[in-house]
Nanobody, 128 residues
Framework: QVQLVESGGGLVQAGGSLRLSCAASGRTFSRSAMGWFRQAPGKEREFVAAATWSARNTYYADSVKGRFTISRDNAENTVYLQMNSLKPEDTAVYFC?????????????????????WGQGTQVTVSS
């Protein structure tokens, strides 16, 4: 059974940093794309960042470019999201996602439909 478990969320002041982790189990994702999405209260889930299997290609939402960095440790089957210069508008539940297919890159905008496996989410709250 595939499981994605996020950790590292919490409460931080504006301008601060957090590092989210997503540990996968049940199968290896070292050859699959992985990503992060978030959902704020009353809003739809939105794309944040994604990385291809080797992390050679990474993708970011415009709202987080230059502040967030996605990375992965394939030996540990884990993906990370380093979040710097956090803003109150970054407050959301952050979800980890993994692609079922191997060696796939994204041909266009990254969407939820690109991923088949999802974690339960971790809350990030940024106070002003």
């Amino acid at each position: 059974q595939v499981q994605l478990v996020e950790s590292g969320g919490g409460l931080v002041q504006a301008g601060g940093s957090l590092r989210l982790s997503c540990a996968a189990s049940g199968r290896t994702f070292s050859r699959s794309a992985m990503g992060w999405f978030r959902q704020a209260p009353g809003k739809e889930r939105e794309f944040v960042a994604a990385a291809t299997w080797s992390a050679r290609n990474t993708y970011y939402a415009d709202s987080v470019k230059g502040r967030f960095t996605i990375s992965r440790d394939n030996a540990e089957n884990t993906v990370y999201l380093q979040m710097n210069s956090l803003k109150p508008e970054d407050t959301a539940v952050y979800f980890c996602a993994a692609d079922r297919d191997y060696y796939r890159d994204f041909g266009g905008p990254v969407t939820q439909a690109d991923f088949e496996f999802w974690g339960q989410g971790t809350q990030v709250t940024v106070s002003s």
